[in-house]
Nanobody, 125 residues
Framework: QLQLVESGGDLVQPGGSLRLSCTVY????????IAWFRQAPGKEREGISC????????FYEYSVKGRFTLSRDNVKNTVYLQMNNLKPEDTAVYFC??????????????????WGQGTQVRVSS
C-alpha cells in the first residue's frame, strides 16, 4: 500500500531556508506524478509545485517560483522541496501528494489520490 511521509518542517526566520522531504513507501516513485501543496490557517489548500512522472515537466506557483525547487530521487524514493528566502506568508502546513497518472498540467488537489500527513512550516522572527 502506498504511503507518503513528509518531514523537514520547522520554525525559521524570514530569509532562511528549509528542505522538506517526502518519502514514498510501497511503490516506485518514478511511476508517479508528485506534487507539493500547502494550507495556511483559514485558507484553502493550494498547489505550489508539481512534477509529472517519467521526466515530465515541473510547475511552480508564481509566488514561489525562483525560491522553491522540487526535485526527486527515484533511488531513495523521495521527493524534496528546497525552500529558500522564506517569507512569513509561506507559513503553512505542507503536504506532498502522488498519483499514478501522468499529470502534465497545473497541480490541483482533486487530481491526486494519495496524500501525506503534512509538515508544519513557520516563518517568523
Amino acid at each position: 500500500q502506498l504511503q507518503l511521509v513528509e518531514s523537514g518542517g520547522d520554525l525559521v526566520q524570514p530569509g532562511g531556508s528549509l528542505r522538506l522531504s517526502c518519502t514514498v513507501y510501497g511503490v516506485s516513485l518514478r511511476d508517479y506524478s508528485i506534487a507539493w501543496f500547502r494550507q495556511a490557517p483559514g485558507k484553502e489548500r493550494e498547489g505550489i509545485s508539481c512534477n509529472s512522472n517519467f521526466d515530465g515537466p515541473t510547475f511552480y506557483e508564481y509566488s514561489v517560483k525562483g525560491r522553491f525547487t522540487l526535485s526527486r530521487d527515484n533511488v531513495k524514493n523521495t521527493v524534496y522541496l528546497q525552500m529558500n528566502n522564506l517569507k512569513p506568508e509561506d507559513t503553512a502546513v505542507y503536504f506532498c501528494a502522488a498519483d499514478h497518472r501522468t499529470i502534465r498540467t497545473w497541480c490541483l488537489t482533486y487530481d491526486y489520490t494519495y496524500w501525506g500527513q503534512g509538515t508544519q512550516v513557520r516563518v517568523s522572527s
